[in-house]
């Protein structure tokens, strides 16, 4: 199945329509959950999910670490490539996503009662990194940059940055 | 009774039992009771904490 989706996926790729994958995802994951349903045996017990859990604290420390380690790596040469700083941006929201939405779903397996006011504010905060997200997406997704043209960088919108120091080829 | 008999009558893979009866898996209190009732047993018979 799997070999199936990549399939899939590559060939959705290749002819850029980007709708199949998402569908094809969507009823694979459905069929998965039906499937399991099926399945008399033990597929997963408490010691699973106890490992799970650690390995998803684990792997959220060393995604986070990573992403924010190599944001200012990728800020601090985005004079040599534009695109570096969407790609920073990218690792940021994406890292500050992860941990609110580990947040919630801890919060609510603890069944915490928020109060509501404090229910607001983590749905406010969560909403405006996603608006934030998406507003960098657009600023920063190179619509207005610089590009190549005959050997020479030519502006593309108006880019409030200067043109990269490497050679145009 | 086998590791697999015990495992599917505690709802649990067997790789977990293999863990508990090598010490080096803690059950819950809930398995702890599951695994002691298949075997007919209690859980202080079944289950040796050493401090």
């Not at chain 1, 992403?67 to 920073?88: C, H, K, Q, W």
């Amino acid at each position: 199945m799997v070999v199936a989706l990549a399939l899939v996926f590559s060939q959705a790729i290749f002819f850029e329509n980007y709708l199949i994958p998402i569908a094809i995802l969507l009823a694979s994951s459905l069929l998965m959950l039906f499937l399991r349903r099926r399945v008399d045996e033990v597929v997963a017990d408490e010691r699973d999910y106890a490992l799970g859990g650690k390995a998803a604290l684990w792997a959220i420390q060393v995604y986070s670490w990573f992403a924010v380690i190599t944001m200012f790596i990728l800020y601090s040469l985005r004079d040599i490539n534009p695109s570096y700083e969407a790609i920073g941006m990218t690792l940021a929201f994406s890292t500050c996503i992860l941990m609110l939405t580990y947040t919630l779903i801890f919060r609510y397996y603890s069944r915490v009662k928020f109060s509501d006011r404090r229910l607001v504010y983590t749905a406010l905060i969560l909403v405006i990194f996603v608006a934030m997200f998406i507003l960098s997406l657009r600023v920063f997704s190179g619509e207005d940059g610089w590009i190549c043209q005959d050997g020479q960088w030519v502006q593309h919108g108006n880019p409030d940055f200067p043109a990269p120091g490497s050679e145009c080829k | 009774m086998t590791q697999e008999g015990l495992a599917n009558r505690a709802r649990v893979r067997r790789e977990t039992i293999v863990f508990l009866e090598q010490g080096k898996y803690n059950p819950s209190l809930q398995l702890a009771h599951d695994v002691a009732l298949t075997l007919g047993s209690t859980i202080d018979e079944v289950f040796i904490f050493e401090d």
